[in-house]
């Protein structure tokens, strides 16, 4: 072996070490997590695009303003608000 290929093999190899030995649990878990999420904003950015175009929901058309006020009676809208937050649950 060549004196080069041997002094760049040596390097290598405490390049390495040195790169494993001062790793944490906590570096390590921050930049898995990093790398996770990145991955994910990258999928579902990709999947959003449809032809260079975003995918966007078509939304219902919202009645003419101004509204109309409805007066709305207290003890009513209690008794209907505490039945639905029963039945669904929150």
């Known amino acids: 072996m060549t004196k080069r290929f041997e002094r760049n093999q040596k390097i290598g190899k ?7 030995e001062n790793l944490s649990r906590r570096s390590f878990l921050n930049t898995a997590s990093l790398a996770a999420v990145g991955g994910l904003v990258a999928v579902a950015g990709s999947s959003l695009l449809n032809d260079g175009e975003a995918m966007v929901a078509k939304a219902a058309a919202a009645p003419p303003l101004p509204w109309k006020y409805t007066k709305l009676d207290p003890l009513e809208a209690g008794k209907r608000g505490y039945k639905s937050y029963l039945e669904k649950g929150g």
């Open 14 to 20: 405490e390049e390495q070490g040195s790169a494993t």
